[in-house]
């Protein structure tokens, strides 16, 4: 009977990401739902002497240089208006901003030259292009800033 309840005790984890593993966009119906454990022990709270102390402690994978490009091209698709703000759920375009995290990109791409895994040279140069290529329509409509 005690099996019982631990077997069914549990929480659900959402991959909320906007990106496949691959660097392909989601849709939002396909967003995975696992059901894991609960945890015996809720975990300790940061303590506020650190330098974060403010911020949730989880077990997040670490940061890989997919994830981190994939990281900046959210951030210069928010830029571009191509998915809303996360805090005001407001599309807005910032060119200026998304030309340079386009820029970080392209000088990332040339430091890292001949020093990458295929997959991630693959990934950098399929986002540099895609990004790129809506940069350029979006100037060359003549589309303004905050629209």
Known sequence: MEDDKEARR??????????????????????RTTEEPARSAPEPAASPST?????PHHDAEPVTFSTFVLGLSTQALLHLGEIPDPVTSVLKRDLAAAKQVIDILGVLREKTRNNLQSGEETLLDSVLYDLRMRYVELARSGIKEGQ
């Open 51 to 55: 330098p974060h102390g403010d911020l």
């Open 10 to 31: 549990g929480f659900q984890v959402r991959d909320r990401r906007r990106f496949s593993e691959t660097g392909e966009v989601r849709e939002e119906s396909e967003a």
